[in-house]
């Protein structure tokens, strides 16, 4: 609003008082004409007037900002408190905001000229926002305003999952319920919306801490094993256009000493149209780890797949499964859905690729390749200590390393060793090694987890830098103070003094 991405033409109202107070004067920071939004008549309990910004495109929204009218010390309507409302267009209806602990009201301002910036606890996706001034007694209202977040690339329209469930045993009973989702409950199953599944933020290792702008709700979703019909969680994602998937990341807890622990098992499907799905699902057990209790995001190679709609199922290890966040990293793409390649996208089975090496053929590896570099030192140490009693004069004279670079060719295989050693895959090239035709596969597995660091690297990145994009305002920016603002502050509270 301050600066200007938010054209005019995105600024609409219920209603305005006049000409001077339309929703053109609805920026924060700015002194336009009258000085701010103001709608007609008293705002009261029961009235409903609102300040409608048209973003055009989703948006995370992640703080909103509020200021009354100062104009020139003249002004003398604010807004105590206010409320938000959102549209998607794949809700079809405004939602109105709540906090996670299940309050709309959202405080404004005290005074004419100072603005209230409120970090929003539950963040939503939207492409239009509504300020709703609110006032438990009659009053006239006047606004200026402005919306934090980042464009929302998930492509993601809605996700379907089982109500989550709340942990009684824990103080307080922590829930586990998702508190932003914004879709209906039917059933026992919310469809049709997002929710905090999808909001950008993870929840701490240890679940009882609360998030810092939580007062009572939890950044996790969670399910208990007994409070579900079958033996997984089953969350279904529908996305805006058929899309290739390269990975799925799912933030998971791993509290084991409280009842949580990561799933045993994922279970992955792809679909078109979101009634079949293929055959060829893909299954993936992360591994399990008492050790430490850190809250981690797994990934899930998703193998180039393409779908418009993908269902994970995640079966218990343990009572427990709380996940806080699910992120795709997927592009657009066209598909041909003539029946012939209907019938092959659903019922053909590809040949799984070996997911796991097997670790006995790595020991073995290791093995040979330790006795082999063994060998091949004590050959060198040996030849060398030959040479060394023939040319002790030389010796004395040179540092012993020069000897290993000698013609010889036994000593020649000392740096080459080296080398091998220490750069780890190529020593399975060792002739010791048995040649079974799988001798490649540690260097395959070498080579594409390092590419999974690199990919997780990115991937974090580009996840963050949907927050980063400059066409819109940052999350959690803080705005330089305005100077003038301390100006305006000081003699209007002396005219306020004065007035009195
Ligand atoms: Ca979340």
Known sequence: MENGKILDDSLTASSSYDQNVSPLCS??????????????????????????????????????????????????????????EYWRDALNRWVQYKDLNDSNLIPGNTDTYTATKTVLEAPFIASKVRFVPYTDHPRTACMRVELYGCRWKQAIVAYAAPKGGQMRSMTGGARFEDLSYDGVLRGTDLVDGLGQITDSFTGPSDFELLDESDTQGSRWVGWNKTMLAGSSVNITFNFTDTRLFYDIGIHTNNMFTKDVQLFKEAEVYFSLEGERWQKDYISYEPKQDKVSERARTIYIDLENRTAKYIKIKLYFHHKWILISEVTFKSVSTVVNQSTEFLDEYYNTIRPKKKSHFSI??????????????????AATAILATKRARRRIPQLLEKPFFPSLRSNSRNNRRAPRLALSLGNGPPMIRSPAVVDDGS??????????????????????????????????PRPYMMKRPDPHESFYAATDITQHVMNQ
Request: proline share 4%; glycine share 8%; hydrophobic share 35%.
């Open 27 to 84: 920026r924060i920071r700015h002194e336009l004409r009258g000085g701010a939004w103001c709608p007609n008549g008293l705002i009261t309990p029961n009235s409903r007037q609102y300040l409608q910004i048209d973003l055009l495109d989703e948006y995370l929204i992640t703080a909103t900002e509020t200021q009354g009218r100062f104009a020139n010390k003249i002004g003398a309507e604010f807004v105590k408190f206010y409320m938000v």
């Open 360 to 377: 006995e053929v790595i020991i073995g590896l290791a093995c040979g390749a330790v006795v082999v570099g063994g060998a091949v030192i």
């Open 439 to 472: 001798h490649r596969e540690p260097y395959n597995i070498w080579r594409e987890t390092l590419n999974r660091q690199k990919r997780e690297n990115i991937e974090q990145n580009e996840y963050n830098e949907i927050c980063e994009d400059p066409t819109f």
